[in-house]
Structures are given as structure tokens and as C-alpha cells.
């Protein structure tokens, strides 16, 4: 018997030790448990004369393609954020601002490529920012949204907690990993997420939490913008907004408290987008919240296309695309 397994352990670290998860089939799974955490784990491959998007276990963007190489006339929009920017396959600020950007200026090659994922704080936002860096993005649209902190915390605690103990030993075998993965998803007991709702709240109910939380996204959005300056990439950051009963407007505590983080890193070539004043201007009105938001967070097909249309304009303050 051990010697049926470590055959079939060679086996898997052999065959089985994908660049790209999902890039085939039989990779759908990674053979580690990394939570969108590892920095080596790519999510993109070159295919022939493409780049292949391929989401993964924990990171549940849209699968999207790219040419390559990247065409002399080419402008290459990467949008990274989550669930509130990921929202419906064309129903999200990414895609109506593609088609914007098509009709207004149809001679150029526009790509928007909206890389957004569920329940994804800053952390493994700027993980992802580092992987789309070689593929020479000409702006990237940030939408740190504020409201997955705790997610990035409670699944990095939750990643480290498997790799203590002898889970960390049982954990080391790529053969076990994949069993166990591959039993999760045939039995729908593991969709590669931790979820505890209440648990949630309570932490969401401790101010100490949040005001860690806000730590985190300054200092995230800090590396981000660096990155950005470092490859000479425009930024465009995306403030929050939020449908609260009580509110005149759409600007909570937090929002303003996430915007002020971001305001703080405006300088050449990275601007800030106000959301909430946008939403504002265009429904003032209280029966506005209702055609714009589905929840207090998300917004509707008619809130992104808004934001799509301001989005437009806000992208041609940039002086080299006037």
C-alpha cells in the first residue's frame, strides 16, 4: 500500500504540476491550497497568438483573451476589484465602457479586460496586479471596494491554519491535496471558499477590526500605486458608494473614510473617481438608489452603465489619451 502511494505521489507531482490551473481539464484544481495567495501562481498563459485568462479555484473572474503579441494599435484596460466590479457578464462598468470606447474611437484596438473577483479584499488584489504587469497594460482601473478585508484575513489565516500541524505534514503530499479537492468538488463540500456568515458580522460589529481593515487597503493601495509608477501605468482609482437607508446621498462613514484613502494617492497619472458624487449627480433623487444599487453594496446593469459613461469621460482627463 505505501508503496502504491508513493508510485501514485510521483505520479502527481510529476503530471500533475500545472502552470495555469484550469489551463486544461485534468488542471482544474491547484495541487496546493493557496486561497488566491500565491504570487508564483499565474493566471494567464500564452496559447498560439493568445493570452488565456483562466480563473481559478478562489480567483472566479471571467475567462477573457487577449492576441498576442499585443498589437501596435492597441489600448489595454485591465479592471481589478470584486464582486461589486466583477457583477454580470455584460452587465458590469468593464464591458459598457468597452463598448463606449469603441464608438467613440473606433480607430483604435480598445480591450477592457475585467478581472474582478467574488469576496477578494486588497491583498489579493495587488497579487493580481503583479501578474498582469508583462502583458503591458496602458491602465489599470483599481476598485478597491472596502467590504472584503476580512475575507482576505480570515482565508489567509485559514490557508496558514492547513499548513500547521499535521495537516501541514498530510498537506505536503500533492496526491492527498488533489484527492481531497477532487472528493470537495464531486460531493459539492469544498467550492474553495470559507463561509460563516455570522462570524462575519461579528467581526464586521468591532471597530478595532475596521480600522485594521482601512490600514490594510492604505497600505495595499500604497504597493499598487508604486507598482503602477514603477511600469509607468496610469491608474485610475474607484471610489465606494453605498445605498443606505438614512443617507441623502450615497457617501456613508465608510465611504468617505475609503475615499479619503484613496484621494491621498492622486498625483500624475493616478486620479481618483468619485462614485458616490457621480451616482448623486446623475439621481439625486431617493428613488435613485432604487435604479442603481440591488443591495446596499452592488449596483444594477443601469448603475454600471452610469458609471461607464463617467468613466469615459474621466479616463480622456488623462493627457496623453486627449
Given at each position: 500500500?505505501i508503496?502504491?502511494?508513493?508510485?501514485?505521489?510521483v505520479?502527481a507531482?510529476?503530471?500533475w504540476?500545472?502552470m495555469v490551473?484550469?489551463?486544461r481539464?485534468y488542471?482544474?484544481?491547484?495541487p496546493?491550497?493557496?486561497?488566491?495567495?500565491d504570487?508564483?501562481?499565474p493566471?494567464?498563459?500564452k496559447?498560439?497568438n493568445?493570452?488565456e485568462?483562466v480563473?481559478?479555484?478562489?480567483?472566479?473572474f471571467?475567462?477573457?483573451?487577449?492576441?498576442?503579441?499585443?498589437?501596435?494599435?492597441a489600448f489595454?484596460i485591465?479592471t481589478?476589484?470584486?464582486?461589486?466590479s466583477?457583477?454580470?457578464?455584460?452587465t458590469?462598468?468593464?464591458?459598457?465602457?468597452k463598448?463606449a470606447?469603441?464608438t467613440e474611437?473606433?480607430e483604435r484596438?480598445?480591450?477592457?479586460?475585467?478581472l474582478?473577483?467574488?469576496?477578494i479584499g486588497?491583498?489579493?488584489?495587488m497579487?493580481?496586479l503583479q501578474?498582469?504587469m508583462?502583458?503591458?497594460p496602458d491602465?489599470?482601473?483599481?476598485h478597491?471596494?472596502g467590504?472584503n478585508?476580512y475575507?482576505?484575513?480570515?482565508?489567509a489565516?485559514?490557508?496558514?491554519?492547513?499548513?500547521q500541524?499535521?495537516n501541514g505534514?498530510?498537506f505536503?503530499s500533492?496526491?492527498i491535496?488533489?484527492?481531497k479537492?477532487i472528493?470537495?468538488?464531486?460531493?459539492?463540500k469544498d467550492?474553495?471558499?470559507?463561509?460563516?456568515?455570522e462570524?462575519e458580522?461579528?467581526a464586521?460589529e468591532?471597530?478595532?477590526?475596521w480600522?485594521?481593515?482601512l490600514?490594510?487597503?492604505?497600505?495595499?493601495t500604497a504597493?499598487?500605486i508604486?507598482?503602477?509608477?514603477k511600469?509607468?501605468?496610469?491608474?485610475?482609482?474607484?471610489g465606494?458608494?453605498?445605498k443606505r437607508?438614512?443617507?441623502?446621498g450615497?457617501?456613508s462613514?465608510?465611504?468617505r473614510?475609503v475615499d479619503?484613502?484613496l484621494?491621498?494617492?492622486q498625483?500624475p497619472g493616478?486620479?481618483f473617481?468619485?462614485t458616490?458624487?457621480?451616482?448623486?449627480e446623475?439621481h439625486?433623487e431617493?428613488?435613485?438608489k432604487a435604479?442603481l444599487f440591488?443591495?446596499?453594496?452592488h449596483w444594477?446593469?443601469e448603475?454600471h452603465r452610469?458609471i461607464?459613461q463617467?468613466?469615459?469621460?474621466?479616463?480622456?482627463?488623462?493627457?496623453?489619451?486627449k
Amino acid at each position: 500500500m505505501i508503496a502504491l502511494f508513493l508510485v501514485l505521489e510521483v505520479f502527481a507531482r510529476v503530471l500533475w504540476h500545472p502552470m495555469v490551473i484550469g489551463e486544461r481539464l485534468y488542471t482544474r484544481f491547484s495541487p496546493v491550497y493557496d486561497y488566491g495567495f500565491d504570487a508564483t501562481q499565474p493566471i494567464w498563459f500564452k496559447s498560439g497568438n493568445r493570452i488565456e485568462f483562466v480563473p481559478t479555484q478562489y480567483l472566479n473572474f471571467r475567462g477573457h483573451t487577449l492576441p498576442y503579441p499585443k498589437p501596435d494599435n492597441a489600448f489595454r484596460i485591465f479592471t481589478l476589484g470584486s464582486s461589486v466590479s466583477r457583477s454580470g457578464a455584460d452587465t458590469n462598468y468593464s464591458y459598457f465602457l468597452k463598448q463606449a470606447l469603441e464608438t467613440e474611437h473606433p480607430e483604435r484596438d480598445w480591450t477592457v479586460t475585467n478581472l474582478s473577483a467574488d469576496g477578494i479584499g486588497s491583498l489579493r488584489i495587488m497579487l493580481m496586479l503583479q501578474k498582469i504587469m508583462p502583458l503591458s497594460p496602458d491602465l489599470v482601473i483599481l476598485h478597491v471596494h472596502g467590504s472584503n478585508e476580512y475575507e482576505d484575513e480570515r482565508d489567509a489565516l485559514y490557508q496558514r491554519q492547513l499548513h500547521q500541524g499535521l495537516n501541514g505534514i498530510l498537506f505536503q503530499s500533492r496526491l492527498i491535496v488533489l484527492m481531497k479537492k477532487i472528493y470537495g468538488y464531486m460531493t459539492l463540500k469544498d467550492q474553495g471558499r470559507v463561509w460563516d456568515a455570522e462570524e462575519e458580522i461579528r467581526a464586521n460589529e468591532d471597530p478595532a477590526n475596521w480600522e485594521q481593515w482601512l490600514q490594510s487597503i492604505d497600505r495595499n493601495t500604497a504597493r499598487m500605486i508604486q507598482l503602477c509608477t514603477k511600469h509607468q501605468v496610469p491608474v485610475i482609482l474607484v471610489g465606494r458608494a453605498e445605498k443606505r437607508e438614512g443617507l441623502a446621498g450615497f457617501d456613508s462613514e465608510l465611504v468617505r473614510q475609503v475615499d479619503h484613502i484613496l484621494k491621498a494617492y492622486q498625483e500624475p497619472g493616478v486620479t481618483f473617481f468619485n462614485t458616490s458624487k457621480k451616482f448623486f449627480e446623475y439621481h439625486p433623487e431617493p428613488r435613485g438608489k432604487a435604479l442603481l444599487f440591488t443591495d446596499e453594496a452592488h449596483w444594477t446593469g443601469e448603475g454600471h452603465r452610469v458609471i461607464a459613461q463617467q468613466l469615459l469621460k474621466h479616463l480622456f482627463s488623462f493627457a496623453f489619451l486627449k
